[in-house]
């Protein structure tokens, strides 16, 4: 299999942007965290879609790689509870 990408879908920005400088993923509550393959070959981008279909496009990647973290699940612990199904589903499969 391939590199996995963890993807962040995040809720919609808010209407007046911080100049804090803070990444997109603190500045946005995550809504659903998602599985990518890399993008065609590519192991440093992930692909156009999430396993459950999704277009990756507006999604961060975020800094949690399954690859090095050995017997770990594929996402990241603190947003466990924001898993999309489908994409747990195949990454279980």
Request: aromatic share 6%; glycine share 6%.
């Amino acid at each position: 299999m391939s590199e996995i990408f963890v993807m962040y879908e995040l809720d919609q920005p808010p209407a007046v942007r911080s100049s804090t400088g803070t990444s997109p993923v603190e500045g946005h509550p995550v809504r659903r965290v998602h599985a990518a393959n890399a993008a065609p070959g590519s192991s440093t981008a992930p692909g156009p879609r999430t396993l459950c279909g999704q277009d990756t496009f507006a999604m961060e990647a975020a800094d949690w790689k399954p690859s090095e973290h050995p017997g770990s699940s594929w996402y990241t612990p603190e947003h466990a509870q924001l898993v999309c199904a489908q994409c747990d589903a195949v990454m279980e499969a």
